[in-house]
Nanobody, 120 residues
Framework: QVQLVESGGGLVQAGGSLRLSCAAS????????MGWFRQAPGKEREFVAV????????SYANSVKGRFTISRDKAKYTVDLQMNSLKPEDTAVYYC?????????????WGQGTQVTVSS
C-alpha cells in the first residue's frame, strides 16, 4: 500500500522560499506519476506540479510555473517541491499524491498534507 508523508511546511514572508518533501513508501513507483496539490481555505484542491517517477518529465500549473520546481530522488524515495518567490496566494495546505500512469488528475494515493503560510 502506498504511503506518502509530507514535511517542510511553515510560515514565510512574501518573496521567500520553502522546500517541501514527500517520503514515499509501499512500492517501487515504476510507472507512477507523483504530484503536488494544494487547497486554500474555502477553495477546491488544485493541481500544482507532477513528475514522472521513471523518466523525470514534469508539468506545472500556470500559477506556479517559473517559481516552483518538482524533483524526485529515486534512491531516497522522496519527491520535493522547491517553492521560490512565494506569494500570499500560495498559502494553502500542500498534499503529495501518486497515481499509476501520467496525468494531472485522478490521483488515488494522498498524504496528510502540510501547511504553507505566506505573509504579506
Amino acid at each position: 500500500q502506498v504511503q506518502l508523508v509530507e514535511s517542510g511546511g511553515g510560515l514565510v514572508q512574501a518573496g521567500g522560499s520553502l522546500r517541501l518533501s514527500c517520503a514515499a513508501s509501499g512500492r517501487t513507483f515504476v510507472g507512477y506519476a507523483m504530484g503536488w496539490f494544494r487547497q486554500a481555505p474555502g477553495k477546491e484542491r488544485e493541481f500544482v506540479a507532477v513528475i514522472r517517477w521513471s523518466g523525470g518529465a514534469t508539468s506545472y500549473a500556470n500559477s506556479v510555473k517559473g517559481r516552483f520546481t518538482i524533483s524526485r530522488d529515486k534512491a531516497k524515495y522522496t519527491v520535493d517541491l522547491q517553492m521560490n518567490s512565494l506569494k500570499p496566494e500560495d498559502t494553502a495546505v500542500y498534499y503529495c499524491a501518486a497515481r499509476i500512469g501520467w496525468g494531472t488528475t485522478d490521483f488515488d494515493s494522498w498524504g496528510q498534507g502540510t501547511q504553507v503560510t505566506v505573509s504579506s
